[in-house]
C-alpha cells in the first residue's frame, strides 16, 4: 500500500510569516509551485497557497505590503509521511484543499497534492 511519503514532493516553498504576499507571489512562479508552507523558526505555522493570493488581491491590498500572516491559513492540517493517500483525499475533499503538508514534529518535510492524490488513483487500478 501507497503512503503520501512515496507521492509527496520533498522540496517545499518555505516563507516566513512577515513576507510580502509580493515576494511570496514571485517565489511561487519561479519555482512553478502553487502553495508555500509558512515557519516560524523552523515550525510550520500556516499555508499560502494561490486561492489565498487571489483573495488578496481581490481585496485590493498592496503585495508589497500585505504580509503573508495577514492571508495565510493557520494551523493547517497535516498528516504524516506514513498516511495513506486515501487520508489525504478525504481531507482534501472534506475541506475543500489541494494541498496538505507532511510532517514530523511540526517541521515541514514535504507536502502532497491534489494532483499526486489523482494520480495515484489512477495508478492504483
Known amino acids: 500500500m501507497s503512503t503520501v511519503g512515496e507521492l509527496m514532493t520533498s522540496e517545499v516553498l518555505t516563507v516566513a510569516p512577515e513576507d510580502t504576499?509580493?515576494?511570496?507571489?514571485?517565489?511561487m512562479v519561479e519555482l512553478g509551485v502553487s502553495s508555500a508552507?509558512?515557519?516560524d523558526y523552523g515550525r510550520l505555522i500556516g499555508i499560502v497557497t494561490e486561492r489565498d493570493?487571489?483573495?488578496?488581491?481581490?481585496?485590493?491590498?498592496?503585495?508589497?505590503?500585505?504580509?503573508v500572516r495577514e492571508w495565510m491559513?493557520?494551523?493547517?492540517l497535516t498528516l504524516s509521511k506514513d498516511s495513506t493517500?486515501?487520508?489525504?483525499?478525504?481531507?482534501?475533499?472534506?475541506?475543500?484543499?489541494r494541498h496538505v503538508p507532511i510532517v514530523e514534529e511540526d517541521h515541514t518535510i514535504g507536502i502532497v497534492s491534489i494532483r499526486d492524490v489523482a494520480r495515484w488513483s489512477t495508478e492504483e487500478d
Open 53 to 67: 493570493l487571489t483573495r488578496a488581491v481581490a481585496g485590493r491590498v498592496h503585495t508589497s505590503e500585505a504580509r
Open 37 to 39: 508552507v509558512v515557519s
Open 85 to 97: 493517500p486515501a487520508e489525504a483525499a478525504k481531507i482534501m475533499l472534506e475541506h475543500g484543499f
Open 21 to 27: 504576499i509580493g515576494e511570496t507571489a514571485q517565489k
Open 73 to 76: 491559513t493557520a494551523d493547517p
